[in-house]
Structures are given as structure tokens and as C-alpha cells.
């Protein structure tokens, strides 16, 4: 949510800061801007507008050479959407100028406190630090007067900072917020996540929270918020940018859509050799002792991790329950005796789960986070961390990550579970199920035929049922049709209030023992108008049924029933013309509570 960039060195800090915002717009994109030095009037120019950063590089096309620069590009908190709210923000006199991705809870409080006789501009709660460091900086050395700062915040922050009076720093600093550094033979670049930094940076140091550094052309100090010196730890970068770009396809999503078979095969790779699983021990063992495993998420890893509440029960004698993050921070629910936390994440950044993580860890319990990041905050403070290895995921709508999510959790199930199932094999059988579904997809005619509607049904039972939760949340954030994904069996109960003439009832059909139950609630909205068709599993297939799938595990069939429901979404949104990567008021990384 918000990404920023800072780039000191020896090339044009322009270049490489738009690069990194382009690369890391899909944290949020409601405007962008950039500050640069400007040698002539000794001051930092800054340049914002809402929109997006595609209209930063037409305007500041005759921007000269500067080799400090940080930029931002926007998911809005506070303040609505406009230029003036847009990052950087500048102190009164200008001497500071700030970009931040977080949330100042306390914003109001200290300008209450602070800052009664200083006329802000902007409705943020991002100027209120610039305001603060440069009312401290009167008595205050800048580095006491940041940190002075910091630790009058509640919130959360990362934030570049940049001093007109000496334009040859960038201060940093991060509380909750993801922020990394990184160094190349060209300079030191500053950013939320590493995509910022391919091409510019050989090697990264992801910063831990309450730390504060000083980038400088010669090189980068750390320091605590007391100012005592720390080290860095840097490790290489491994990303490069075959990773980052759209390839053949118009869009990232169709990309990493495509990329689900490979995606489920490198997981296969790289948690087993040859039959013998990676997964550390240990891992296991602490799930193997704890009495009920507690899956934490939200959005679309929580659907995933709904699967894999179904796969462990199924395949072993543990109890799971599943929540929501946001909701457990707040409403924690009365705990087992020996708990055990698996936090499902494709970013490891997201707000609300890291308020559970902290809780977890002030009771000293034991954590797992499954995500595709890490790097990533929930990766490094969780007890165990398990990669989900499916490549950046670009996209704002997440597909691939959900089905690497899934086969994670189904690769723990079959390491604490008896059966003898050969889940190497298995997966790879899904594997070539999506590769052949996808080559011969026909799910336009389908979308042009049935999605004309604004609502839509998903229905299913079982499995399908939590991937119809899956199917409507991807469909309605990017094709913005509303829609709800229902227990096929509980649509009587009140929702088919709703079914009139023509809309939509999309029944997901995987297993053989309820496939005459769904195939009646489908009936039964069918008899009240409903436009119904079927995605199905070879082993269920009925005369007339639309999308066929070749048969996978039985309880591996998630992975393959929400492909058409993902390709639903995508050309549901490409006929209306939206956006599809970055569809209307989302961020990728959802930093915020
Ligand atoms: O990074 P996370 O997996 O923790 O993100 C959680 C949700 O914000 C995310 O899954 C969201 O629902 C998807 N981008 C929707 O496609």
C-alpha cells in the first residue's frame, strides 16, 4: 500500500526512481510523485499529481540532472485523491520533504501539540512529519530531530526524508512498513520492496522496525531510534527482470494465470527431493504437538487457507480453524491449550495480519507463514516461514499465489497425514490438467453470453464451495460485477430472494458423491429465471455442461476448478475495458488495518 522510492549515487536519480515506481505501482495508484535537487536554485523540486506514474514521467520530461531523488506512488488513507495530498510533502519553509507509505494514527494529537502555529496543506497525515522535523530541527540536529520524531508516532511508517540544507542524504526509516536498501555500483537506492531495485542493486538489507539510516553517495549508516550505530546485513538480489515483465500477454494476471503449472511443479522441486520432503522438521513437529492449528488471512489467501483447513482435517487428526486476520486481532477467540498459528500471505506485509502475528508473539506461541515473499515482515518474524515460490505476482487480483498457497497447505497435510498418497505425482497431474484446460480455454463466448449482468452467483459444495468464495471475490474487484459466492445448499434459505430473470448462477461441480445435490439447487434457480452454467470435473460431467476439466486428486480439485473462474473474472473486466492489474481503490500489499 504506497510505494516509495530513494535513489542516491551517480546516476539520474529520475531514472531510477520512476523505474521503481513503475515497478511498484501496483502497491498503489492513486497518484505519484518525485522530488529531485535542483542544483541551480539549490532546492528540491517536487513533482505530484493524481494518476498515475506514467503522467510523473510525461511531466518531468525536461526535469535536470540530479543525482538524489525520492518518489511515491499513492494508495490513499488520509485525504482524498488529489494533487495536493499527493506525496512528497514539503516542511512550512521547505526545507524538508517527505514521502511515506503507513498510517500516523496520532497525526491529529500531535498537531494539536506541535503544531498549532504551522499552516499545513495537505489533508494527509503524512505532513505532520514533515512539519515535526523541521520544528525539532530548530534546536536539533536532523538526526535527533527524525528520531525525535519517530518515536512520537503511533502507527506505522516507512519514510524517505530529504534536506534541502544537505542534498547529499536520504534519512530513512521504518516502523511496520517494508522498507529495503539496496546497493550497486551506481548508488544506493531506497524502496519498499526489492522489484525497485533490479538493475540498480547487487545487493539488499531489508531494514527491521524502529531502525533509521543515512544513504549517502559513499555509503549507508543504521542506526536505532537512539541513535546508536547498528550493522547491515546485506544479501544478493535474485530477482531479475524476466520476473517483472508481462512477456507475451496483455496483462500480468493472464501471465500469471498462465504460469499456475509451473508454478505447481517448482513447488514439487523445491520442497522434495526425490521422495523425501524439505520441509524442515521441525515445522512439523510443532504442529504434530500443538492441539489446533489456527490459519490466519485475508482476502484470497484466507480463501486458500479454507482449502487447507479441509485438506488437513481431511488427511490428518488435527483440528483447524480459519479467520479472518482483521477480525481476530480485535476479537481473539478462546484459544486452545497448545495452539499453533500458520499466517497464509502472499506479500508478508499485510496490516492485519501482522497485528495478529504481534499478538502471537507476545504469548510466545508458535507461528508459520506461508508467502511468496521472504524477505517480508510476517517471513521474518514468525517462528517458521515456507516459501510459496510463485514468482512476483504483479497483478492486484491474485491467482497464482492462491494456487501455490493451496498445494503448500496440501504438502503439509501430506506430511502430517498416513495416506499414501503420491503427492509429487498428484500435483503434477493438476499441473498438466490447468496446462491443458488453459490451451484450449474457451471461456470468452461463456462471459459475453452469461456476464451481463451487474450481480452474479457462484455456487457450490464442499471444496467448490470455498472456491466460489474465491471465484466472486475475483470477480467482483476487477470486473466490479457484484457478486457472492454461496453453499449451493444454503441458497434457499434466504439468498434466492434475489435470482430474477437473467442473472447469472455459476455452479462449480468437483465432486461425484454431491454432484446430483448442486445439480438441483442449480435447478431450482433455473426454475426462478436464473441464466445457470456448469464447471465441472471430468468424473461429474453431464450432457450440456459448459467447462470440463480433466480429473485431478479429489482433494486436490481447488487448484484446478478456480482456473475458469480466474479467466471468468479477466474477460469479464477486458469486455468493460477496466483496468485489470490495477483494478479501481485496490494496492496489492495492504499495509494498513
Ligand atoms: O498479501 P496477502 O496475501 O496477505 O493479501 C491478502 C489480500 O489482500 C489479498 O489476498 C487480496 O484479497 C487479493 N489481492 C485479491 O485478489
Same mark, same amino acid.
Request: hydrophobic share 30%; glycine share 8%; charged share 20%.
Given at each position: 500500500m504506497c510505494g516509495i522510492v530513494g535513489f542516491i549515487g551517480n546516476k539520474n536519480a529520475k531514472d531510477v526512481v520512476l523505474n521503481g515506481l513503475t515497478r511498484l505501482e501496483y502497491r498503489g495508484y492513486d497518484s505519484a510523485g518525485l522530488s529531485l535537487f535542483n542544483s541551480r536554485y539549490q532546492t528540491f523540486d517536487v513533482y505530484k499529481d493524481e494518476g498515475r506514474v506514467q503522467k510523473l514521467v510525461d511531466s518531468t520530461k525536461n526535469a535536470a540532472f540530479s543525482n538524489i531523488g525520492i518518489g511515491h506512488t499513492r494508495w490513499a488513507t488520509? %485525504?482524498?485523491? !488529489?494533487k495536493e495530498n499527493s506525496h512528497p510533502h514539503y516542511s512550512q519553509t521547505r526545507r524538508f520533504i517527505i514521502v511515506h507509505n503507513g498510517v500516523i494514527e496520532n497525526y491529529q494529537q500531535l498537531k494539536d501539540q506541535y503544531l498549532r502555529n504551522t499552516i499545513l496543506t495537505?489533508? =494527509?497525515?503524512?505532513e505532520v512529519i514533515a512539519q515535526l522535523i523541521e520544528t525539532f530541527s530548530q534546536t536539533l540536529s536532523v538526526e535527533i530531530a527524525i528520531t525525535t520524531t519517530l518515536k512520537l508516532l503511533h502507527g506505522s511508517y516507512a519514510l524517505l526524508v530529504l534536506d534541502s540544507n544537505d542534498p547529499e542524504k536520504i534519512y530513512a526509516a521504518k516502523y511496520k512498513s517494508p522498507l529495503i536498501v539496496g546497493q550497486g555500483v551506481d548508488g544506493i537506492t531506497v524502496a519498499s520492496d526489492l522489484m525497485a531495485l533490479i538493475g540498480y542493486s547487487t545487493d539488499y538489507h531489508a531494514l527491521d522496525d524502529k531502525t533509521f539510516l543515512v544513504a549517502r553517495k559513499e555509503g549507508i549508516r543504521l542506526f536505532d531510534l537512539n541513535n546508536e550505530s547498528l550493522d547491515l546485513h546485506f544479501k544478493p538480489i535474485e530477482l531479475d527482470d524476466q520476473d517483472t515483465t508481462k512477456g507475451e500477454y496483455a496483462h500480468y494476471m493472464m501471465k500469471e494465470i498462465h504460469e499456475q503449472p509451473s508454478v505447481l511443479r517448482r513447488i514439487v522441486t523445491n520442497y522434495y527431493e526425490k521422495e523425501k520432503s524439505l520441509i524442515k522438521s521441525e515445522i512439523l513437529e510443532s504442529i504434530k504437538s500443538s492441539d489446533r492449528l489456527y490459519i490466519l488471512a485475508a482476502g484470497t489467501s484466507m480463501h486458500a487457507g479454507l482449502i487447507g483447513k479441509q485438506l488437513i482435517e481431511k488427511m490428518t487428526s488435527i483440528p483447524v480453524e480459519v479467520h479472518i486476520a482483521s477480525e481476530f486481532a480485535y /476479537?481473539? @477467540?478462546?484459544? &486452545?491449550?497448545n495452539p499453533m498459528f500458520i499466517l497464509v500471505t502472499q506479500? %508478508?506485509?499485510t496490516a492485519d495480519l501482522r497485528a495478529c502475528l504481534v499478538l502471537i508473539n507476545q504469548h510466545h506461541y508458535k507461528s508459520l507463514t506461508i508467502t !511468496?515473499? @521472504?524477505? &517480508?515482515t510476517l517471513a521474518r518474524e514468525a517462528t517458521y516461514f515456507l516459501e510459496l515460490?510463485? %514468482?512476483?505476482? $504483479?497483478?492486484?487480483?491474485?491467482?497464482k499465489a492462491y494456487v501455490a498457497q493451496v498445494a503448500v497447505l496440501s504438502l503439509i497435510a501430506h506430511e502430517l &497425514? !498416513? /495416506?499414501?498418497?503420491?503427492i509429487r505425482k498428484e500435483l503434477s497431474i493438476a499441473a498438466t490438467s490447468i496446462e491443458n484446460f488453459l490451451s484450449s480455454e474457451e471461456i470468452l463466448p461463456l462471459v459475453r453470453e452469461y456476464? =451481463?449482468?451487474r450481480n452474479c452467483f457462484f455456487i457450490g459444495r464442499g471444496l467448490d464451495y470455498h472456491v466460489s468464495l474465491e471465484a466472486a471475490l475475483k470477480l467482483k474487484e476487477i470486473s466490479y460485477i457484484q457478486t457472492e459466492g454461496f453453499a449451493a445448499g444454503e441458497?434457499?434459505? %434466504?439468498? $434466492?430472494?434475489? $435470482?430474477?430473470?437473467g442473472t447469472p448462477v455459476i455452479a462449480l461441480i468437483s465432486d461425484p458423491k454431491i454432484n446430483n445435490n448442486t445439480r438441483s439447487n442449480l435447478k431450482e434457480v433455473q426454475a426462478r429465471g436464473a441464466k445457470t452454467f456448469r464447471i465441472v470435473m471430468e468424473s461429474c460431467k453431464q450432457d450440456g455442461d459448459e467447462v470440463i476439466l480433466e480429473n485431478v486428486h479429489p482433494l486436490l480439485t481447488p487448484l484446478v476448478m478456480v482456473v475458469p473462474t480466474q479467466l471468468l473474472a479477466y474477460y469479464a473486466a477486458l469486455e468493460r475495458s477496466y483496468d485489470i492489474d490495477k483494478p479501481r481503490n485496490l494496492a496489492k500489499s495492504v499495509t494498513v488495518e
Open positions: 488520509h %485525504g482524498r485523491v !488529489n495537505s489533508e =494527509t497525515d503524512t /476479537q481473539k @477467540p478462546l484459544l &486452545s491449550k506479500s %508478508g506485509e !511468496n515473499v @521472504p524477505t &517480508s515460490y510463485a %514468482g512476483p505476482e $504483479i497483478a492486484v487480483a491474485s491467482t &497425514s !498416513n /495416506q499414501s498418497i503420491d456476464l =451481463t449482468r441458497l434457499k434459505h %434466504g439468498t $434466492i430472494a434475489l $435470482i430474477e430473470e
